[in-house]
């Protein structure tokens, strides 16, 4: 099934048009939104859109089902609830992935504090680059696309680790932001815009650039329990309804909510406990299935993919991902099992992407559901 490639992410002031209305995309700012903000997020989407919100996988927010008529009135909500850009131009450079277990005055919340107040400094990169700021005591987005990553290194200090390199540049203290703006200079002078993103860019790094330091030990991702800072909380292919989200916060008495690539959400200073429509067991099956909206609600999918996906999820072992296309985009790396949706029907493969050679075509919902034993 062929599909089409956007060479943009959508945002709040750059919708993008779905088969259930326009998705409009916020990006908060140090993964995090005060209680006031989510609660004002939650009711915007039940008056403006479906009620439905998303976690993404580059841990932003999205409200759906937007009607075009309603999109003045959901972007003056936003912003007086200081959640969206002064422009396009801001909101584009804005893709910044912040480590959500940042503490105050810590390295994660002190550089990304000083990339957003310098982005205009930042050369004119391709729309869907991004930065990952991961200064904890390990790095924790590891699995999270980005094209450029600041993390902790194995001798304790900063790295620069640029994608598709194992090993990161050193930064010296105080001069780690004005190192990976020097690198964004180069990717655009060596010719990087044509590749369109790091990993793609073939280039040879500048002598000064050497990378030379391993990062530090990997932390896990979080999962839903009981945390210091609060409580976690899962949301079945990231998706929340908007009401379930506002009682959680209030209920649990959060004072703000922090958002993950995980599809998992860190609610602040929040009493522990299960919550309507989100998932507490760590273990849910439904954390280790990904599915994109499909039909109807994407117009480039041609089958049905959640109700699939709920129903393979316990008869799957490891990573299950269920792609409405090639295009993958509930998960852009592989899974133990991925089904794609290719012209009204499913092809399997395993240890694969949505987009690789599929082993077996052709197949029906209910032949997919006998294969795996879950009919």
């Given at each position: 099934?062929?599909?089409?490639v956007?060479?943009w992410c959508p ?5 993008m ?11 908060p ?12 997020l ?16 580059r ?23 200081g959640?969206?850009?002064a422009?396009?131009?801001?909101e584009t ?10 503490a ?20 004119d ?30 001798h ?19 001069a ?9 200079d ?11 993103r790091?990993?793609r860019?073939?280039?040879?790094l500048?002598?000064w ?12 991702p979080?999962?839903p329990?009981?945390?210091?800072l ?7 292919f990231?998706?929340i ?17 922090r ?8 609610l602040?200073?929040a009493?522990p ?13 439904e ?11 994407c117009?480039?999918s041609s ?6 996906a ?19 985009c ?8 991925v ?30 559901r006998?294969?795996f034993?879950?009919?």
């Amino acid at each position: 099934m062929s599909f089409e490639v956007k060479g943009w992410c959508p945002g709040a002031l750059r919708p993008m048009l779905s088969g259930d209305g326009y998705v409009v995309r916020v990006r908060p700012r140090l993964a995090e939104l005060s209680a006031a903000q989510a609660l004002g997020l939650c009711a915007a989407a039940e008056e403006y859109g479906a009620g439905l919100i998303d976690l993404t996988n580059r841990a932003n927010l999205q409200v759906r089902g937007v009607q075009p008529g309603a999109l003045p009135d959901l972007l003056t909500t936003l912003t007086d609830l200081g959640l969206v850009d002064a422009d396009v131009a801001t909101e584009t450079r804005r893709n910044i992935l912040t480590a959500p277990t940042w503490a105050d005055g810590g390295d994660t919340h002190r550089l990304t504090g000083e990339l957003l107040a310098r982005l205009e400094a930042l050369p004119d990169l391709p729309p869907k680059m991004g930065f990952a700021i991961d200064a904890g005591p390990g790095p924790m987005l590891r699995d999270t696309p980005a094209d450029f990553r600041i993390e902790r290194g194995s001798h304790r200090g900063l790295i620069l680790r640029p994608e598709g390199y194992p090993l990161g540049i050193p930064l010296l203290p105080g001069a780690e932001i004005d190192t990976l703006i020097r690198l964004c200079d180069w990717f655009v002078a060596s010719g990087g815009a044509a590749a369109g993103r790091m990993a793609r860019h073939h280039a040879p790094l500048p002598a000064w650039a050497e990378p030379s330091l391993a990062p530090a030990t990997r932390r896990p991702p979080l999962r839903p329990g009981t945390h210091a800072l609060g409580a976690i909380h899962g949301a079945a292919f990231g998706q929340i309804q908007a009401g379930d989200l506002a009682a959680a916060i209030l209920d649990s008495k959060a004072s703000a909510i922090r958002v993950t690539p995980w599809r998992v959400l860190l609610l602040l200073d929040a009493t522990p406990g299960p919550r309507t429509g989100l998932l507490w067991d760590a273990d849910a099956p439904e954390l280790r299935a990904d599915a994109c909206p499909g039909a109807p609600f994407c117009p480039q999918s041609s089958v049905e993919t959640r109700a699939l996906a709920l129903a393979l999820a316990p008869h799957v072992q490891g990573r299950l991902h269920v792609s409405g296309c090639a295009k993958g985009c509930a998960r852009p790396g592989p899974a133990d099992v991925v089904i794609t949706g290719e012209n009204g029907a499913y092809g399997v493969a395993l240890n694969a992407r949505a987009g690789d050679s599929l082993p077996h075509h052709g197949l029906s919902a209910e032949q997919v559901r006998a294969h795996f034993g879950a009919s």
